[in-house]
């Protein structure tokens, strides 16, 4: 947490498009009190605060175990699913969490080709965008070809549910542009139109 804070003070200091948020990585690797310090120092600075959620079926099935609830209510329930809160993979998800990241206002990262090569599975983005939630386009690092992620984005979803309607061009497009500006907070940034 000190090296986010550290990363995210110096680039605010520096001004420019270059800035930071604030990260922990999951219910399953980070006790209680390390997600609401990140939180409260996310809150501090003015930025977002980012975790992999529910990427596998791991933390969603450690998370019932553990707190009784799936990832993202636990994540109510300590207070952090808002606006300010970025939740990339958002693979194992249900019909709860889509209708509260909708709720919400929390921002999704898609991760389409990095979800693949782990194995976690496919996000259900078509019905995340459908619901009217916050969706930007991500690699996770792993591709950095950013047409190849774009692409990945626009067949996946067809084959997992079997319906080539689904994410047309003109979604994967907003989704990888302004979505993506979105999804991360970006207000200060240029638009062709």
């Given at each position: 947490?000190r090296?986010n804070?550290?990363?995210i003070?110096?680039?605010?200091?520096?001004?420019?498009?270059?800035?930071?948020?604030?990260?922990?990585?999951?219910?399953?690797?980070?006790s209680?009190?390390?997600?609401?310090?990140?939180?409260?120092?996310?809150?501090?600075?003015?930025?977002?605060?980012?975790?992999h959620?529910?990427?596998?079926?791991?933390?969603?099935e450690?998370?019932?175990?553990?707190?009784?609830?799936?990832?993202?209510?636990?994540?109510?329930?300590l207070?952090?699913?808002?606006?300010?809160f970025?939740?990339?993979?958002?693979?194992?998800?249900?019909?709860?969490?889509?209708?509260l990241?909708?709720?919400?206002?929390?921002?999704?990262?898609?991760?389409p080709l990095?979800n693949?090569?782990?194995?976690?599975?496919?996000?259900?983005?078509?019905?995340l965008?459908?619901?009217?939630?916050?969706?930007?386009?991500?690699?996770?690092?792993?591709i950095?070809?950013?047409?190849?992620?774009?692409?990945g984005?626009?067949?996946?979803?067809?084959?997992?549910?079997?319906?080539?309607?689904l994410?047309?061009?003109?979604?994967?497009w907003?989704?990888?542009?302004?979505?993506?500006a979105?999804a991360?907070n970006?207000?200060?940034?240029?638009?062709?139109?």
């Amino acid at each position: 947490l000190r090296e986010n804070a550290e990363f995210i003070d110096s680039c605010q200091r520096q001004g420019g498009l270059v800035q930071g948020v604030m990260c922990h990585h999951t219910t399953f690797t980070c006790s209680k009190e390390f997600i609401l310090q990140a939180n409260e120092m996310a809150k501090q600075r003015g930025v977002l605060h980012h975790a992999h959620v529910s990427e596998g079926t791991y933390e969603p099935e450690f998370a019932l175990k553990e707190f009784g609830m799936r990832t993202l209510h636990y994540y109510k329930k300590l207070g952090i699913a808002n606006s300010g809160f970025l939740a990339s993979q958002c693979v194992q998800i249900d019909a709860s969490e889509i209708a509260l990241i909708a709720e919400q206002g929390i921002r999704v990262s898609h991760m389409p080709l990095s979800n693949c090569e782990v194995g976690g599975g496919i996000a259900p983005i078509p019905q995340l965008v459908e619901a009217n939630a916050t969706v930007g386009l991500g690699s996770d690092g792993y591709i950095d070809d950013f047409f190849e992620v774009m692409r990945g984005a626009f067949l996946i979803h067809k084959a997992n549910q079997l319906d080539p309607r689904l994410m047309p061009a003109n979604i994967v497009w907003y989704i990888a542009t302004e979505g993506g500006a979105r999804a991360l907070n970006l207000e200060k940034v240029g638009r062709i139109a």
